[in-house]
């Protein structure tokens, strides 16, 4: 079933002098329940649009669809009430004059939660979003994730099955990153929860998401599973390890099948085995699918009793993304 089901979405902004700045051209999105789909894009390519458009709180000026089943253009005030939304201005709607706890009291209410249903579903959202040590902490002496992590569980008090998350993970530290997206992975995975965030970094996007949606300038370049996207983009990604080698009197002759067996990996592309010393060895691949590839090498590697020292892998950045995905336009264009 689709949850979300939206074409020819299309917003501008009315600038000085009846100039007019076009925001998001033509964008139609198709989510199933139950998945995780991520919005990428640089600044300024229209993502926070189009999430305030589908979250009932933008009209667009061309298309429509329906999300959750209503309809986009009539049913706004349904579709806000039944989605949560949390923006990278998570501070606003924290009232640093009541506790983490008191916060969700306040708000418990306003989700139709009451009593002993309301207390039991904030006991239960501050262990959820790790924040029971700090349930009596004023908001002010939080840090950044803890914070975020406040904002997502007000969102979650109306157990709403939809959630749109705006840069969650945006200026937060490398423990604060982690939280979020734990989080994140647990709504969706054990609580059924459909997830649509944007982010700007590619990483984020293949760790969280089933599909991944490419926005640039207002214009949706592509939409597909997140594995097809990277592999249809032939983006190679290097892998860099160095173990120790055997003292056997077959050395040599492993070193040569090791970089046979390297290059028939899946999703390998190109494999060179370098020796460094008389006991140490290194080898460098080229990828497609990293995911698919290192589980294979470290079982050849282990069934070798080739001894792993390092392994360094080089992840694909949404730069990479774009480049690819926007150079052959420009070679037609240019009738390469």
Partial sequence: MAIVDVTGIGKSYR??????????????????????VGLLGPNGAGKTTLIKILSGLLRPDTGGGTILGYDLLRDHALIRSRI??????????????????????????????IGERAKSRIEELLTKVNLRDKADAWPMHLSAGQRQRLALAR???????????????NKLDFDGVRSVRELVQDLNRNHGVTILLT???????????DAIALLREGKLLAYMKTR????????????????????????????????????????VQAAR???DSSTMVSAELQTLDIRATTPVLLDCLR?????????????????????STIKPAEDMERGI
């Fill in 15 to 36: 600038l000085s002098a009846g100039h007019k700045e076009t925001v998001l051209q033509d964008v139609s999105l198709n989510i199933e329940s139950g998945s995780v």
């Fill in 84 to 113: 949560s939304l949390v923006s990278p201005t998570s501070d606003v709607g924290t009232d640093n004059n009541l506790t983490v706890r008191q916060n969700l009291q306040f708000w418990a209410p306003v989700y139709g939660l």
């Fill in 155 to 169: 969102s979650l008090l109306a157990e709403n099955p939809l959630i749109f998350l705006d840069e969650p993970t």
């Fill in 199 to 209: 982010t700007h970094v590619m990483e984020e996007a293949e760790e969280l998401c």
């Fill in 228 to 267: 097809d996207l990277t592999q249809s983009l032939g983006l190679t990604r290097t892998i860099r390890v160095a173990f120790r080698r055997p003292g056997s009197a077959e050395v040599d002759a492993q070193r040569v099948g090791l970089q046979s067996d390297l290059a028939r990996m899946p999703a």
């Fill in 273 to 275: 085995v370098s020796e």
């Fill in 303 to 323: 069934r070798r009793n080739w001894n792993l020292i390092s392994m360094q892998s080089e992840m694909v950045t949404l730069h990479d993304v774009f480049l």
